[in-house]
Structures are given as structure tokens and as C-alpha cells.
């Protein structure tokens, strides 16, 4: 079992940053590819970022390439999402996942197989 915890959600206005954290607990944490997801209310979770076990190797959905920024820290067990010039419809609760090291960068929700509960990121117009 991996638990997976986020932090960092909160309310910005159109055009600043948040920082997204995941902290993970249970098996190791180096073992697993990661993955940023979202999801709105009636709509499907969308994929938004993910990084190998290394994280050498990042991905980043169209949408959100050059602003966004996927990184993690194996030593503290923790995966960041680095956002900046942030826009109205980048609002949703964002979810961190992980999966097997050889699902790295899927944009398939079923391939992970952890999940966080999810924070909320609103930004304002």
C-alpha cells in the first residue's frame, strides 16, 4: 500500500503560482512513476503532469506545458507541482497517483494505482 497525502491547494488569482505537494507513505516511494491529475464536477480526471521513478523523464499535457512544473524528491518521499500563470480553467481538485514504474507518463487514470483525496485549486478571473 502507498498513501498518498496532498497539500498546497488554495485560492489565486488569474496569473499567479501554487505549489502542489504529495507526500507518500508506505512502500517505496522510489518504485513508482507519479502523476498529477484534475477533475471538475461532471467531467473526467485529466491527466495534467507526470514523472518517472528517477524523475528525469517529465510529462505535461498540452494545456499546460511551460507553465507547469512536475518534480520529486525521493529522499523526502514527496512529489511537487510547481504552477505558475495560472488561469480560470486550470480550477479543479487536483489529485496526486501513483503507478508502476513502467506505466511512467500514462495519461490513463486506470493505470495508477494509488490516489490522494484531493485539493482544491480555484483561480480566479
Known amino acids: 500500500q502507498v498513501q498518498l497525502v496532498e497539500s498546497g491547494g488554495g485560492l489565486v488569482q488569474a496569473g499567479g503560482s501554487l505549489r502542489l505537494s504529495c507526500a507518500a507513505s508506505?512502500?517505496?516511494?522510489?518504485?513508482?512513476?507519479m502523476g498529477w491529475f484534475r477533475q471538475n464536477p461532471g467531467k473526467e480526471r485529466e491527466f495534467v503532469a507526470g514523472?518517472?521513478?528517477?524523475?528525469?523523464?517529465?510529462y505535461y499535457t498540452d494545456s499546460v506545458k511551460g507553465r507547469f512544473t512536475i518534480s520529486r524528491d525521493n529522499a523526502r518521499n514527496t512529489v511537487y507541482l510547481q504552477m505558475n500563470s495560472l488561469k480560470p480553467e486550470d480550477t479543479a481538485v487536483y489529485y496526486c497517483?501513483?503507478?508502476?514504474?513502467?506505466?511512467?507518463?500514462?495519461?490513463?487514470?486506470?493505470?495508477?494505482?494509488?490516489w490522494g483525496q484531493g485539493t482544491q485549486v480555484t483561480v480566479s478571473s
Open positions: 497517483a501513483a503507478a508502476r514504474a513502467y506505466y511512467s507518463g500514462s495519461y490513463y487514470p486506470n493505470d495508477y494505482e494509488y
Open positions: 514523472a518517472s521513478w528517477t524523475g528525469h523523464n517529465t
Open positions: 508506505g512502500r517505496t516511494f522510489s518504485n513508482y512513476a
